[in-house]
């Protein structure tokens, strides 16, 4: 770590030949006082991600490094596409800057970060190295380099979430992120750029300022050297070409190129070649630079003094403002419980999102052919329909607007499309229910409940004020005059409402309140009950209200049935 380095000029004095300092592979256990690659970001099984903050503090809060400005340098891409092979060639030129053949005994293996052939990937998560280079920029600011290596994206144990995480995580915490890439830059190397870049824009506090500071293309394997040369001049002469924007281009790829651009301070390109089918094809190849291509040697002398060299490297800055390694220990961790949580959606492969925007497309075409027959059924300017009827047309409306869907062709399978049919069900039931209300505002005695309520409310306690006062109940008879004066007031109320649409709130409670007393029982058989309580008892209440209408008509009846039976 940073602490065995304390004697050193900017760059360091270690060499590669010294086997104290890296001659082990990352799966030994650590030596002691052995600089090692560190595992820092874990992807669990269950694609869950956790952060090793124990190991980030030991490396990053060391006493010589803690306060310093920190330049974080990782590379990305693609699996199997050698990345951690770049990275250990890095580290040579770290350690052994001192000297002019920093690439060391051309004979000696390739150590450092966990690097091999094959088709399998190798690295998992994000591994930073132990050791913490403090080198001397050209202003005199003594500054802290840190290496970090990354998972490739895209492989077969990794979800896109994996990936996207990853790759955001890396060029967050980076400020400088070389994007590994292999042969060409392709199209779809740009929309996954874009879309790993606003992944992590996205769990960014937002800022006027670029999100990203450099991000380098190092284009593998370049196979066209004659019409762009190896090395940066032909590589941003090469970028330059595949990034621009013409007003012929489709709108896709012009937002394509206008994101990449409105994210990273600093664009550059460089194209390696080829290191030798020796590298490629030979299952013992252990990074000895006699076995590779002359060419690609070449180019390595000049690619990485061109990434590393203390005039090209970038402090880390968040919004305007220069990170320390404290600083970026708690960034780290801060960008971390975001990518634990689900605050942000997760990515969508190309055939996951068209099959979504495919079965939506079927739902909303489902949902609208039943809306237009519905319309047509119990619409705005149609009349009352029995609610029975109403049920039976909208069964088969629902069922007619269900086979649309299932006409539909669909991607993503039937599995996939059965959440979305279900979705469309529920929808629809949830439609239906607004037309059945729709419906019933036009029955007028259902628009007439409220009143009609209040009034058998009235009617009620005006009577039985009558029949307890008559017989000397006066408490009780107080009580239905209240109540009385209250449905009185209440009606009144509600007719104003209706009238003018204001406090609509009110009218909604008096409307509930009406109905739930509607709703008790048959209201027939309520109204009947009402009737036969009035009629046995109205010689009670002629008597308790003499001057009543009728009276004298009702006291003659008594008298023709006296006659009658005489």
Known sequence: ??????????????????????????????????????????????????????????ILLAEEVRDREVVAISVAGAFRKGKSFLMDFMLRYMYNHASEGWLGDADEPLTGFSWRGGSERETTGIQIWSEVFLVDKPDGRKVAVLLMDTQGTFDSQSTLRDSA???????????????????????????????????????????????????????????????????????????????????????????????????????????????????????????????????FINNLK?????????????????????????????????????????????????????????????????????????????????????????????????????????????????????????????????????????????????AARTPATLFVVIFVMYVAAGITGFVGVDVIASLCNMILGLALITLCTWAYIRYSGEYRELGAVIDQVAGALWDQGSTNEALYKLYNVAANHRHLYHHAFPGGPRASEEEEVPEEQDNKRD
């Not at 949580?341 to 068209?354: C, D, F, I, N, V």
Request: proline share 4%.
């Open 302 to 446: 000049v690619l990485v003094p061109w990434l590393l060299s203390p005039r090209n490297i970038d402090v880390k800055e968040i919004n305007g403002s220069k990170i320390t390694c404290r600083g970026l220990v708690e960034y780290f961790k801060a960008y971390i419980k975001i990518y634990q949580g689900e605050e942000l959606p997760h990515p969508k492969s190309m055939l996951q999102a068209t099959a979504e925007a495919n079965n939506l497309a079927a739902v909303a075409a489902a949902k609208d052919l039943y809306n237009k027959k519905m319309e047509g059924v119990c619409g705005g300017d149609r009349p009352f329909l029995a609610p029975g009827e109403l049920q039976a047309r909208h069964g088969a409306i629902r069922e007619e607007a269900l086979q649309v869907f299932r006409g539909v062709k669909k991607m993503g399978g039937e599995e996939f499309s059965r959440r979305y049919l279900q979705q469309l069900e529920g929808e629809v039931d949830e439609v239906f229910v607004q037309y059945i209300k729709h419906n019933d505002s036009k029955n007028i005695f259902h």
């Open 1 to 58: 770590m940073a602490k065995h380095r304390k004697d050193r000029d900017s760059w360091g004095e270690w060499s590669l030949s010294d086997k104290n300092v890296y001659d082990w592979s990352s799966e030994e256990e650590e030596p002691d006082g052995r600089a090692r690659p560190i595992q820092v970001l874990l992807v669990k099984d269950d694609h869950t991600f956790e952060l090793d903050e124990a190991a980030l503090s030991r």
């Open 165 to 295: 995480t990853v790759f955001a995580l890396s060029t967050m915490i980076s400020s400088m992120q070389v994007y590994n890439i292999s042969q060409n830059v392709q199209e779809d190397d740009l929309q996954h750029l874009q879309l790993f870049t606003e992944y992590g824009r996205l769990a960014m506090e937002e800022t006027f300022l670029k999100p990203f500071q450099s991000m380098i293309f190092l284009v593998r394997d370049w196979s066209f050297p004659y019409e762009f040369p190896y090395g940066q001049e032909g590589g941003m002469k090469f970028l330059e070409k595949r990034l621009k924007i013409s007003e012929n281009q489709h709108e896709e790829l012009q937002n394509v190129r206008k994101h990449i651009h409105s994210c990273f301070t600093n664009i550059s390109c460089f194209l390696m070649p080829h290191p030798g089918l020796k590298v490629a094809t030979n299952p013992l190849f252990d990074g000895r630079i006699l076995e590779i291509d002359g060419e």
